[in-house]
């Protein structure tokens, strides 16, 4: 575990650097492109988005002295910005106040066009608190939160596709898709509790936790390890639960009997053995404060950083043991 004290209290996002190392990036006002693009090219580094107070949402090249204003169009405080998580990475959705923004960025690295847009309709001042950009179905799917509501919007018509009324039972802090099952959604709020959902049915959730004393602000699953699931609350803790049974492996790890040799033949207690249970793996107390970001490293699937209001930045592994558990 490696501890590390910031000089700001102002942080309140946490992103790994894309580099191909482990170490940590904070961005507290930036957010870059995906690690890869299309045909495995890498990403393209010339563009990152930076979030400003006031309505302003800036896009700054990152290796040339261009700056392209997006903030024209916004009518209020940015709450969200996320790249299209598969393709070119020309595309962004950005949310602002009650609208949801989809951006095209142009071949000419100069301009960037607003190229459809939504608004949440209804009663009161409805504002937007997070939004999270499915990496699955062709990236044609972004789910965003509101007050206890997430709704689930198609990028190609920006209407709603579905909508979860009274998801949680107070705010909903954060959103994440499952990366290895299309239509598992995680959310977390301020009821304290985490719930899991299956988008094609959402009546009722799949699984909910409640480890958690106080609002959950991040829920985060493991890029590689969909069991993985990383949650930080402002009860200054910071959980790692082993989430298997709606995982993409809820057996753990399969081999057939047809690919085992006669002498690596199994013993009767392996065959009875019973699938792993859902269970919270650790328990991490190393913060004084609220902990307000969660995030796993980018380049070493068993490394994940936790962030808290009073800029203490706290890097940790997952446990050894169950990292040869779900290898093996």
């Known amino acids: 575990m490696m501890k590390t004290t910031l000089s700001t209290k102002t942080s309140s996002s946490i992103r790994w650097a894309r580099s191909g190392t482990s170490a940590p990036v904070l961005r507290t006002e930036a957010c870059w492109p995906p690690a890869t693009t299309n045909e495995g090219r890498g990403p393209d580094h010339r563009w990152a988005l930076s979030e400003c107070v006031g309505g302003c949402l800036m896009l700054e090249g990152a290796t040339a002295p261009v700056h392209q204003h997006l903030s024209s169009l916004h009518p209020a405080d940015v709450i969200s910005v996320t790249w299209e998580p ?39 001042q409805l504002k937007f608190t997070s939004g999270r950009w499915s990496p699955h179905h062709t990236g044609t799917q972004v789910a965003t939160a509101n007050d206890t509501t997430i709704r689930g919007w198609d990028t190609r018509s920006m209407s709603q596709i579905y909508c979860i009324e009274n998801a949680h039972g107070q705010l909903v802090r954060d959103l994440d898709f499952n990366p290895n099952k299309q239509y598992y959604l995680a959310s977390c709020g301020d009821d304290c509790k985490v719930k899991f959902w299956d988008t094609r049915n959402v009546t009722e959730p799949v699984k909910t936790l409640e480890e958690h004393s106080h609002w959950v602000w991040n829920v985060r699953y493991n890029h590689s390890h969909d069991q993985l699931v990383l949650t930080g609350s402002s009860d200054s803790r910071v959980i790692l639960t082993n989430m298997v049974s709606i995982s ?64 203490r930045l706290v890097i940790n592994r997952v446990p050894r043991a169950l990292k040869y558990h779900i290898l093996l």
């Open 248 to 311: 993409s492996e809820p057996f753990g790890h399969l081999v057939d009997d047809d690919d085992l040799s006669d002498q690596e033949e199994r013993r009767p207690e392996e065959k009875s053995q019973e699938p792993p249970q859902d269970s919270v793996i650790a328990t991490y107390e190393e913060h004084e404060d609220s902990v307000y970001a969660v995030d796993w490293s980018s380049a070493d699937p068993w490394l994940f950083a936790s962030l808290s209001y009073d800029g």
């Open 86 to 124: 598969t393709g070119d990475g020309k595309r962004v959705i950005s949310l602002a106040d009650n609208h949801i923004l989809l951006w095209d960025l142009q071949e000419s690295s100069s301009q960037a066009v607003l190229a459809s847009s939504a608004s949440l309709e209804g009663k009161g």
